[in-house]
């Protein structure tokens, strides 16, 4: 379904960013992409659906496919219109709208035909939503508003959804609400999925398969299962020593990357 082979991004003509970076999703399949701040992880997302565009940043060798058809060079909307939309980190939604009215600017893509039907989708999805389907968003919890962003981009039909950093700033218990609900989403919908993530933990536990990136490269991939089960998982990405015993935020910060990975 979504296919990159042997990524390049630069920014400016001159900042390279992503290192021939190679990844897939099957059609249906939900893969989560791990790695530290400033990997290359948000960079990919922007790539897939052409943000990279307005920000002076470029493919500048290798291809990215969707669905058989090449897709690295096309403008946001046209990515859009083709089936991938991306929700952003950090919640960005329209202050001054209401939630409902939020919503409703996720269906330009398809016009009025089935709106109605649409939000009540959502809002079966996303409950909570309903419920404060008619206050101004500005004013909604990180919770809610996390719950309005996505809906928003379901409300446009999509075919796969990028999620940036779903997680960020919310409570753990949010935090499994919300991807309890993305993993039935992409169950009952056959929404593809590609999720940023650096909760480890619950990226791993709801996706299928994962990827590790480091300085702008895939270093390690797999099945979510044997992820979760390898050491170097376990002992940067999830806080566990060798031992399996929990190592403190001290240690675990000043320790080095094994250089096997690059």
Same mark, same amino acid.
């Given at each position: ?29 939900? #893969? ?5 701040? %400033?990997?290359? *992880?948000?960079? +990919? &997302?922007?790539?897939? !659906?052409?943000? =990279?565009? $307005? ?93 309005? #962003? ?5 409300? %446009?039909?999509? *075919?796969?959804? +990028? &999620?940036?950093?779903? !997680?960020?700033? =919310?409570? $753990? ?90």
């Amino acid at each position: 379904m979504l296919n990159l082979v042997n990524v390049e991004v630069k920014y400016h003509e001159v900042i390279l960013v992503l290192r021939g970076v190679s990844l897939q999703v099957e059609k249906g399949q939900m #893969v989560s992409l791990l790695g530290a701040n %400033g990997a290359g *992880k948000s960079t +990919l &997302l922007k790539a897939v !659906s052409g943000i =990279l565009i $307005p920000e002076d940043g470029k493919v500048t060798d290798g291809y990215i496919e969707f669905e058989g058809r090449r897709i690295d060079k096309l403008e946001p909307f046209d990515v859009a219109e083709a089936g991938i939309l991306q929700v952003m980190e950090g919640r960005r939604i329209f202050e001054h709208l209401t939630a409902e009215e939020n919503l409703l600017t996720g269906a330009i893509l398809h016009g009025n035909g089935r709106t109605r039907q649409d939000l009540e989708k959502v809002y079966a999805y996303f409950p909570k939503v309903l419920q404060v389907r008619k206050r101004t968003a500005g004013y909604l919890s990180g919770g809610e508003q996390q719950m309005v #962003v996505i809906g928003r981009a379901l409300m %446009g039909r999509p *075919k796969m959804l +990028l &999620l940036d950093e779903p !997680s960020l700033g =919310l409570a $753990p218990i949010l935090i499994r609400e919300i991807f309890d609900i993305l993993r039935n989403i992409n169950q009952d919908e056959g929404i593809g999925m590609l999720v940023v993530e650096q909760n480890a933990k619950i990226a791993l536990e709801s996706t299928q398969y994962g990827y590790v990136m480091e300085n702008g490269r895939i270093v390690l991939d797999g099945p979510a299962e044997r992820l979760k089960e390898n050491e170097d998982i376990k002992e940067f990405y999830l806080g566990y020593s060798e031992k399996g015993k929990k190592r403190s935020y001290r240690d675990f910060k000043h320790y080095s990357r094994r250089k096997r990975w690059l």
